[in-house]
């Protein structure tokens, strides 16, 4: 056995990043309805451990896929027995009636179809199982997925496609002709030759971020496509940059029941219908260009981690790694803000955190007109109306204004849930198989970490049902672990040729490949010894994860006289790129102010480094 690396691992990070000396984070999420890598799991992965979809809510039209029509008010199979099964489901996304789930690439949908809604074919009928869309996504793979209220929309190799009902144009294919199959997007005007890179279907219109920029079309009565008018349009307008979006990249994007609303530069942005105060800024005025969220509210100056939008309300995970928290504000009236009270808000407000959610690190959020949904450490809390069909997943029908566990005793149990996606009276999510690990306690100060580490098939422990959180990781097993970070589903590289780059690191070797990779990804120089068997120091570490996220970027240097650890000193090597993980929220170093960059990595840590590292390339 391989000393410091499974055995019995999975191939490939879907997300990562934490440090030693601080608290660790919860699960991190993928964003709602982004599919981050072609195959995230090695085509070998048991069916048991791969992403699957579970539902809970309303289900009168089938949208909770599981083959019946009975409302569920805990968590239960989508997938079992149709066309998703022993399939990697990725993203999961439901407008209360109908849902889609991308798989492997492949969008499938189910649920209500009065419009075409799913994409399938017919415009009749309700889909009683997960089917494969029709139409111009075939042979096309499929980046991103999102679902409206009649529509739905996609992305494919940067070009935006929707299909359903498009009465006020939110298909954007600049007519109101309906269509059950996918179709692009209009590329003859503003989208044309531009790369989309995120969409959002609304109510009834949809946006979409094109080379750093905000694009709207469909419904626009309340201006809720930001370009300064309150022209419907059913072709894409340019979203207005008046309102202080002149010269900021937009890097997320949400549309609402009637309303919008966008990160751009760690700041956040709305616009449309503000008759319950959903655009933040204080008042209940409509605006159709974006304004930006109260800044001297909670947000001030706290990074934007996620951005959801629901009926009449926004929200957002907002804060640094080890203290995020979600914060909403708009329409109250019936706890959709989740802050325990049942009053509208015109600027952003804490979301309570009892229970289970004390001292927890939030990742992703998701909100619809009666509540909404989070998840911290793997787990999911609901919270707001649950009266008609359960949507708060608690096998229960009680309403919350505060969240509330979502059921682990069925198809959640020993799963980690890494998306949730919920919309009026329902809800969807992906979980993967966590294994427990007889050495792993509950009350191990890494084990949030561990399991997100095993449960997002990063590494599963080793035969003996251990994970071995104490062992070093030595160097060559670190290059293996960055380079499935990076090349998430490829398989180990193999050495090719018989010119090795280092003395020491052999043909034979079984992460020659992953080392000899480091140096063509410039993340380590090439020429003598590398030291395979030598430990991953954080120093180290701390090189290595700035040249996987800077590829093209010299190192960082210090400079003047403060530092932000007592034992990293000028004289320090990597002091820049040290001083570069804690700025970046990767490392808080230790109580005592020392970083130890001498120290080895163990197992336990690098699970915690990862999964801080990517906190920065998600968001």
């Known amino acids: 056995m391989i000393t410091g690396l499974s055995a019995r691992w999975f191939g490939v990070l879907i997300a990562a990043g934490s440090a030693l000396g601080v608290v660790p984070v919860g699960v991190s999420a993928a964003p709602a309805a982004v599919l981050a890598s072609p195959e995230a799991f090695p085509p070998d992965t048991p069916a048991a451990d791969l992403p699957t979809a579970v539902a809970w809510g309303r289900n009168d039209h089938g949208q909770l896929g599981d083959g019946t029509t009975i409302a569920r008010s805990a968590p239960v199979q989508v997938d079992a027995g149709t066309a998703l099964d022993g399939l990697e489901v990725s993203a999961v996304d439901t407008d209360s009636t109908h849902t889609c789930a991308l798989a492997v690439g492949r969008v499938y949908c189910w649920g209500n179809n009065g419009q075409g809604d799913t994409g399938t074919g017919s415009e009749s009928s309700d889909v009683a199982a997960p089917t494969q869309v029709k139409g111009a996504l075939a042979g096309r793979w499929v980046s991103q997925l999102s679902v409206g209220w009649e529509h739905a929309c996609a992305v494919a190799e940067g070009q935006a496609y929707c299909w359903g009902g498009n009465s006020s144009g939110p298909l954007g294919t600049g007519d109101n002709q309906s269509s059950p199959t996918p179709v692009p997007v209009s590329t003859t005007g503003l989208l044309k030759g531009r790369t989309v890179s995120a969409i959002s279907a609304g109510q009834y219109h949809t946006c979409a971020i094109a080379e750093g920029a905000a694009y709207c079309w469909g419904n626009n009565t309340t201006g809720q496509l930001g370009d300064g008018t309150n022209a419907t349009s059913t072709s894409p307008v340019a979203v207005s940059t008046a309102g202080g979006l002149d010269g900021l990249t937009v890097t997320a994007i949400a549309a609402g029941t009637s309303h919008t609303c966008a990160t751009a530069d760690g700041r956040v942005f709305c616009w449309g219908s503000n008759k319950s105060g959903q655009l933040g800024n204080g008042s209940k005025k409509d605006s159709n260009v974006p304004m930006p969220v109260d800044a001297s509210s909670p947000l001030k100056g706290v990074p934007i981690k996620s951005l959801a939008v629901g009926g009449s309300q926004s929200c957002v995970v907002a804060g640094t790694n080890g203290g995020r928290f979600s914060y909403c504000w708009g329409e109250g009236s019936g706890g959709q803000l989740g802050n325990g009270g049942n009053t509208a808000s015109g600027i952003p407000i804490k979301v309570a955190t009892p229970g289970q959610l004390a001292g927890a690190d939030i990742s992703s959020i998701s909100v619809h007109a009666g509540g909404g949904c989070e998840i911290a450490k793997g787990r999911g809390f609901c919270w707001g109306d649950a009266a008609k069909a359960g949507a708060l997943g608690t096998n229960g029908f009680t309403s919350s204004t505060v969240p509330v566990p979502v059921y682990t005793s069925g ?85 090719t040729g018989e010119v090795r780059r280092f003395t020491d690191v052999p043909k034979s070797n079984q992460f020659c490949g992953a080392v000899e990779w480091l140096t063509s990804a410039g993340i380590t120089p090439a020429g003598g010894k590398f030291g395979p068997t030598a430990v991953t120091t954080r120093a180290t570490m701390a090189d290595w994860l700035f040249r996987a996220h800077h590829p093209d970027t010299a190192d960082r240097q210090c400079a003047g006289d403060f530092r932000l650890f007592a034992d990293v000193t000028l004289a320090t090597p990597q002091c820049g790129n040290i001083e570069w993980l804690a700025k970046a929220g990767v490392t808080n170093g230790f109580a005592d102010g020392t970083y130890l960059p001498g120290q080895a990595v163990h197992r336990d840590s690098m699970a915690a480094f990862m999964h801080r590292e990517q906190e920065l390339t998600s968001h």
Not at 438 to 458: E, K, Q, T
């Open 411 to 495: 198809v959640l149990s020993d799963r980690v849930l890494l998306t949730v996606n919920a919309d009026y009276n329902s809800s969807a999510g992906i979980a993967v198989t966590t294994p427990t690990f007889s050495d792993v306690p509950a009350n191990y100060p890494f084990v949030d970490d561990i399991r997100w580490l095993a449960g997002s098939g990063i590494a599963r422990g080793f035969d003996n049902g251990t994970f071995q959180p104490s062992v070093d990781i030595d160097r060559q097993a670190m290059a293996a672990f960055l380079f499935r970070f990076l090349n998430p589903g490829a398989g180990d590289p193999a050495c």
